[in-house]
């Protein structure tokens, strides 16, 4: 394949994607989102700043260092080509990342509370541990920049992290799979909150999590 056809399958998966986490209902009110799917060269296809019905034509080529290479891309998003390149500088096998303000997740990431893994969905899309808090910094600040650095490096096999008092940082070999651990993800929340009601979620048994870290350590190498 060549990289024209690699870059116009890449942007129709990040579209369907997009369109997905609203057919799922795990986006916030006012529609917020960013995508991207790596490319070659240190380089990636990014959102050009909206996410609602956007098409694949419009998603933009950036480097990882910010310069825009093709298409256009709106002041707001400019600024966070440094969260998504943190996640593929930090992590090779990581194909596309995707940010949201999923309501439940962002509770947990304004509450600076790590998310407990203790659904079977969570499990199974690829998230077989807690998902931790990075300390709030300016968004695509150097300081937020860091602190998502820091925590991929202490939790090398975390598939996500929650931006303290902000939203949702989601990761994964592609876009499909990675908007599945979104929606996985906001379940979970959805569910912790519910269940604190009537007593509390309640952790899986002693090493079910190890297990399905196991089985996804298998797949991935
Ligand atoms: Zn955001």
Same mark, same amino acid.
């Given at each position: ?16 994607? @997009? ?9 916030s ?17 990014? =959102? ?17 260092? +910010? ?10 998003? @400019? ?21 949201t303000h999923s309501p439940s997740a962002t509770a947990f990431a304004v509450a600076h509370r790590p998310l407990?893994?203790? =659904? ?5 899309? +690829?998230?077989?541990?807690?998902i931790?808090v990075v300390p709030w910094?300016?968004? +695509? ?16 096999? =975390? @598939?996500?992290v929650l931006l303290a008092n902000h939203g949702l ?20 929340a959805?569910?912790e909150i ?20 196991? @089985? ?6």
């Open positions: 394949m060549n990289d024209k056809h690699i870059r116009e399958e890449r942007a129709e998966q990040l579209a369907r994607a @997009a369109e997905q986490l609203f057919a799922a209902g795990v986006m009110h006012s529609g917020h989102a960013n995508l991207s799917a790596r490319l070659d060269g240190e380089r990636l296809l990014l =959102t050009p700043g909206f996410v609602r019905g956007l098409r694949p034509e419009q998603l933009a080529t950036v480097g990882f260092d +910010g310069e825009v290479l093709d298409g256009e891309l709106q002041s707001v998003s @400019a600024e966070i080509i440094a969260m998504h390149s943190a996640v593929y500088r930090a992590r090779p096998g990581v194909g596309a990342v995707i940010h407990p893994c203790r =659904t079977e969905p969570m499990l199974r899309f +690829g998230q077989a541990e807690d931790p910094g300016p968004r +695509g600040s150097d300081v937020s920049v860091r602190g998502i650095a820091e925590v991929l490096e202490r939790r090398p096999t =975390t @598939a996500a940082l989601v990761f994964g070999p592609d876009a499909a799979a990675t908007a599945h651990l979104v929606v996985a993800i906001e379940e979970s959805e569910a519910a269940a604190a009601a009537i007593g509390g979620a309640v952790d899986f048994p002693p090493g079910a999590r190890e297990a399905a870290r196991a @089985a996804i350590a298998r797949v991935a190498s």
